[in-house]
């Protein structure tokens, strides 16, 4: 409460006396945080119960930035994802944390993409010529007689930054029944939208970096798996994994508002070791609970990552709750044993599910027989928030898990 007070104050003065925020680069309230019409959406969409008035009552806010959000390469939802149209929408939805999966170009330029391998279908390089030839596998078309999907495969690794720069960030999708490029770089699922989708602009991690920087805002950059074959050119996995901790000492950046992360636990533990600053908030994610024996694998080691220095472990949401006999969503076993072994539960991603009325997908898995209408997702995230006790969470529309966030005083 206090908090708000000062920025009320200072937020006036600011127009007037710019000067002041000399040196406060790292000031949150700097932002004016607008959530739109969507947190209102969901909550009306909610079951009635003392969750869903307690929600009600926070409606006129105030809002603001909150490190429990972590904005999922971006803003996905609507913003073609790693954009800095993305990223800004984020900012502006009160996310603390923005992130950039990292990888690399032909000339070892670190750029923000969700692949090393996917700009056939996040970026307009398909109807480039010039450059669709340089793709590792070149488009080809549908056969609707032999019944092959149309298909192409370009990696930031086929082309240089100079190159990469030209391409347009488009939404993630494509048309499999396609038989040309430019019906191929369609296929937008209905619950997402085009409509910013007008050449969205690609950024190295540097300009990430500044970006953020910018607004005051925290980083998580992921150490993508290369898809090429390392060492690439005399650049190791190592290096690699150095190269990024490298652009934040670069700029200055307290290791305090950088969150690296990868799935490769080795990323992570070279972190700790050789950059332990930035390795004692390096986030190991998970997805070997993708099948139950992974999952029961995955649960079992957590002891031995907290041995080994990990803080935080991030899975997917769904592997952090059940159902109790009552059908109640609870912590699951893994939640129970990440806290037990004393490790902060980071998780993804929120929003990436598209319409919940018939047991939400992927991330609902575990939870799907009491998931049938958007609101759910609250309930959800409230048992991930209170009895979870995860530290944050990605999200494709940050401004829906701010809203909760606020509300809670999270
Ligand atoms: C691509 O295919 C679609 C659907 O068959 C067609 O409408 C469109 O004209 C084609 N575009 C080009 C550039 O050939
Ligand atoms: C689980 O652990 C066992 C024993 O270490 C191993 O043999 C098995 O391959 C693991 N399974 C998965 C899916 O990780």
Not at 224 to 245: G, N, R
Not at 279 to 304: F, H, I
Request: glycine share 6%; with cysteine; net charge negative.
């Amino acid at each position: 409460m206090r908090a708000t007070l000062v920025f009320t104050l200072t937020f006036g003065l600011t127009s007037a006396v710019p000067f002041l925020w000399n040196g406060e680069r790292q000031d949150h309230d700097r932002i004016n945080v607008q959530l739109g019409p969507r947190p209102y959406f969901v909550v009306n969409d909610m079951d009635e119960g003392p969750l869903k008035k307690k929600l009600q009552s926070c409606s006129e806010g105030p809002f603001h930035t909150t490190d429990f959000t972590f904005g999922h390469r971006g803003a996905p939802l609507q913003f073609p994802e790693h954009t800095e149209e993305s990223y800004r929408a984020a900012a502006r939805m009160g996310a603390g944390v923005i992130e950039c999966d990292v990888t690399f170009t032909k000339d070892k330029q670190l750029v923000c993409r969700h692949s090393q391998c996917d700009l056939h279908t996040t970026t307009n390089i398909l109807v480039i010529p010039e450059l669709a030839k340089k793709c590792t596998k070149p488009f080809v078309p549908a056969d609707p007689v032999k019944g092959t999907p149309a298909s192409a495969t370009c990696c930031t690794s086929d082309i240089t930054l100079a190159e990469f720069k030209t391409l347009c960030g488009k939404m993630d999708a494509s048309v499999p029944t396609a038989t040309n490029a430019t019906q191929y770089i369609g296929g937008t699922p209905p619950f997402r939208t085009d409509l910013y989708s007008t050449c969205g602009t690609l950024m190295t991690h540097k300009e990430y970096i500044r970006l953020i920087d910018s607004f005051g805002l925290k980083f998580t950059p992921e150490a993508k798996t290369p898809t090429v074959k390392m060492p690439y050119l005399d650049w190791t996995q190592e290096q690699f994994a150095q190269s990024i901790i490298d652009d934040y000492k670069t700029a200055g950046i307290s290791p305090s508002r950088v969150f690296p992360q990868s799935f490769l636990i080795d990323d992570i533990y070279y972190w700790i070791k050789h950059e332990p600053q930035f390795g004692k908030q390096a986030v190991a994610l998970d997805e070997q609970v993708d099948t139950p024996e992974g999952y029961r694998n995955s649960t079992a080691q957590l002891p031995m990552l907290a041995k080994n220095g990990v803080k935080i472990v991030a899975p997917a949401f769904f592997a952090l709750v059940k159902l109790d006999a009552q059908n109640r969503i609870i912590p699951s076993e893994y939640s129970i044993a990440a806290k037990k072994a004393g490790l902060d539960i980071i998780s993804w991603s929120f929003e990436r599910s598209g319409f919940l009325n018939h047991g939400g997908d992927y991330y609902y898995q575990y939870v799907a027989p009491v998931i049938n209408n958007d609101g759910d997702m609250y309930t959800v995230l409230d048992v991930l928030a209170k009895q979870v006790g995860i530290r944050a969470l990605f999200s494709d529309w940050p401004a829906t898990v701010t809203y909760y966030a606020n509300c809670m005083d999270l």
